[in-house]
């Protein structure tokens, strides 16, 4: 949940010319999209270990959301976007720049 602030900005800023409700339509269409086979996954692993004494890291589910949770952090880490947004607005405005543009 505080990822979605984040996620949503980088969103628009790569994809600029697509207006901000698009892109954050599309983000959440596709993250509920793919949260249906993670959710149906993670209750036939839970369905499937009824009985069997599964406790600790090594249960099923723990396995099946702590690989995706990992795929997803490697993923965000070499994740570099062009910011097409701040591009278009005119660059990157940060402290000092102000004075070499007065």
Known sequence: MPMIPIVCE????CTYPVTEDESVGLLF???????????LALQSLIDSSKGVCQVGFWAGPN???????????????????????????????GIGKEEERA
Request: net charge negative; with cysteine.
């Open 10 to 13: 980088n969103a628009l800023e």
């Open 29 to 39: 269409t596709i993250g509920n999209t793919l949260g249906v086979p993670i959710t």
């Open 63 to 93: 396995l099946l959301v702590v690989s995706l949770a990992s795929f997803c952090a490697f993923v965000s880490l070499f994740y570099r976007g062009e910011y097409k947004r701040m591009a278009a607005d005119g660059g990157d405005v």
